[in-house]
């Protein structure tokens, strides 16, 4: 009988991996709003 009751986990290298490009695309929008924000093309005229 092999370990069967033993939970599934997923592999560590690819959460680390989704973990790193989730980070990364809040990261690069943050910084395309944040541009926004500064040039003021948010306003509403």
Partial sequence: ???KD?????PQGTVAI????IILII???GSAY???????V???Q
């Fill in 6 to 10: 033993k939970k599934y986990k997923a």
């Fill in 34 to 40: 944040l541009t926004l924000l500064s040039r003021g």
């Fill in 27 to 29: 990261a690069l929008w």
């Fill in 1 to 3: 009988m092999q370990n």
């Fill in 18 to 21: 989704m973990v790193i490009f």
């Fill in 42 to 44: 948010t306003v509403v």
